[in-house]
């Protein structure tokens, strides 16, 4: 697969196509996870409200998902973050590396032959 550089018009950034597909597969699986424990609060909610015995201890097991499911986002949202770091560090490298390159081409002097 090619390396894409996409460029934003009008802000100056630019982001590797592998960091975007990164972002939008962890940002799908961060949506889900939400959807989940929406469900598991309505769930929990319900058991709560109708205090049978049983009801209230099935929401320890659901409590316990929830909290899983709450690390598990965190964890998504601390890939995001790194590959985001990651990115931006390799593109500032470049843009380093490039403006080396031109000054050093700007400095030097044709010298003409007599």
Do not use: W
Request: glycine share 4%.
């Amino acid at each position: 697969m090619e390396d894409v550089v996409f460029s934003c018009t009008g802000n100056g950034i630019q982001v590797d196509r592998k960091v975007v597909q990164t972002l939008q597969k962890n940002f799908v699986q961060v949506q889900n996870i939400l959807d989940q424990n929406r469900l598991l609060i309505n769930e929990i909610n319900q058991n709560h409200e109708s205090t049978i015995p049983d009801n209230l201890t099935r929401n320890v097991g659901l409590i316990r998902e929830l909290n899983n499911n709450i690390r598990r986002v965190v964890d998504l949202y601390a890939d995001l973050s790194s590959s985001v770091t990651t990115s931006m560090e390799a593109f500032s490298e470049g843009e380093s590396n490039n403006a080396n390159q031109s000054d050093r081409r700007d400095g030097q002097k044709r010298i003409r032959s007599s």
